[in-house]
């Protein structure tokens, strides 16, 4: 919950003049709240930036004032949703049930989920933080058919390295990426899992980005507070 629309759209505009005549070696794609939508994608349409809505709805329409559906999205010109993410999860009482009824709505209406999973520093500190993602994508989307599932994005955040300014290390977030990985490969064979993209988010920055992105089973990542100055956002992009 970041830039009034205005702020919004100047921080877009910087970043579409920074990325003007490159084409960069990762995907590009902006979150950025529900009310940016339509301006920032109709003003980066034709660029190499892609936008995200930063959640949506688990109801198709109706008497749910206030929610934004998967609908309302695609029709602004956005291509991705970020589902499941850690405050959502925490602030909202968002369940693998309500997520699970967010990504077929996403699906059904043509929108890439960039789905997230992450453990919180208790988890962490009893080890068990292996068995806790396994099951936040088991009771989500690995009941997905292969077909929807080769669509989205992972994007794993250790919830004690978000906005903390502590990162995981990279051999943490490499070891949970492969993890996640294994996974996938056990669930929908090997070839779907060298295809999926998982993303690392975590206090991801410039300065540590390269190292991050070196890793074999780092795609990418889902960049915070590094991605509100357009400069530092261009240099983790940069990085790939």
């Known amino acids: 919950m970041n830039k009034t629309l205005q702020e919004g759209v100047a921080l877009a505009t910087e970043l579409k003049e920074l990325?003007?005549?490159?084409?960069?070696?990762?995907?590009?794609v902006i979150g950025v709240p529900f009310i940016h939508l339509a301006t920032?994608?109709?003003m980066v349409e034709g660029s190499a930036i892609q936008v995200a809505a930063q959640n949506c709805a688990n109801k198709e329409s109706g008497a749910y004032t206030g929610e934004v559906s998967a609908s309302m999205v695609k029709s602004t010109g956005a291509t991705h949703v970020i589902l499941g993410h850690s405050e959502r999860r925490e602030y909202y009482g968002e369940t693998s049930a309500i997520l699970n009824e967010?990504?077929?709505l996403a699906f059904a209406n043509g929108l890439t989920p960039i789905y997230c999973c992450g453990e919180a520093l208790e988890v962490r500190n009893a080890n068990t933080q292996n068995e806790f993602v396994k099951t936040q994508l088991e009771e989500t989307i690995f009941n997905l058919s292969a077909e929807d599932f080769s669509k989205l994005a992972i994007a794993y955040e250790p919830i004690w390295a978000i906005g903390t300014?502590?990162?995981?290390?990279?051999e943490q977030a490499?070891?949970?990426?492969?993890?996640?990985?294994?996974l996938i490969a056990a669930r929908y064979g090997a070839e779907m899992a060298e295809n999926t993209s998982i993303l690392y988010g975590g206090s991801c920055n410039a300065k540590n980005a390269p190292e991050l992105f070196a890793q074999p089973d780092i795609d990418g990542g889902l960049i915070g507070g590094a991605s509100l100055k357009a400069a530092d956002f261009k240099a983790i992009i940069d990085a790939f």
Do not use: H
């Open 102 to 104: 967010k990504v077929a």
């Open 19 to 28: 990325l003007a005549g490159q084409t960069p070696n990762c995907e590009v």
């Open 165 to 170: 300014g502590v990162t995981a290390s990279t």
């Open 174 to 182: 490499q070891e949970m990426l492969a993890f996640i990985r294994s």
């Open 40 to 42: 920032v994608a109709g």
